[in-house]
């Protein structure tokens, strides 16, 4: 399993950054996220979807300014940030866990959930 995340970049406070993040993943059945991590803190949940119905869940820093989705023919997480603050400066890690149509969603706010993970891509949001 390969997780390739890009799209972060250098924006000023306010605007909009598009994240993906490709998946060269098997068929079964999961979930991807979206993390973020500044030095010294520990990775901070942003947001995770269940990939066979697009049900999301969004951590309290992101809800509202933030959009979780897939594209399935590309096997794509794709977040878009809006409204972005300079608190949102962070390198950002998609991750992959296998998950069950059962499962609930707030089992993927938590980083030890996930046995997949990207290399990281940076936001930089300047005021």
């Known amino acids: 399993v390969q997780l390739q995340a890009s799209g972060g970049g250098l924006v000023q406070a306010g605007g909009s950054l598009r994240l993906s993040c490709v998946a060269s993943?098997?068929?079964?059945?999961?979930?991807m996220g979206w993390f973020r991590q500044t030095p010294g803190k520990e990775r901070e949940f942003v947001a995770a979807?269940?990939?066979?119905?697009?049900?999301?869940v969004y951590g309290n820093s992101v809800k509202g300014r933030s959009t979780i989705s897939r594209d399935n023919a590309k096997n794509t997480v794709i977040l878009q940030m809006d409204s972005l603050k300079p608190d949102d400066t962070a390198v950002y890690y998609c991750?992959?866990?296998?998950?069950?149509?059962?499962?609930?969603?707030?089992?993927?706010?938590?980083?030890?959930?996930?046995?997949?993970w990207g290399q990281g891509t940076q936001v930089t949001v300047s005021s």
């Open positions: 993943i098997g068929t079964f059945s999961r979930a």
């Open positions: 991750a992959a866990t296998p998950f069950s149509i059962t499962e609930s969603l707030a089992t993927l706010t938590a980083p030890t959930r996930y046995g997949y």
């Open positions: 979807l269940r990939w066979s119905s697009g049900s999301a």
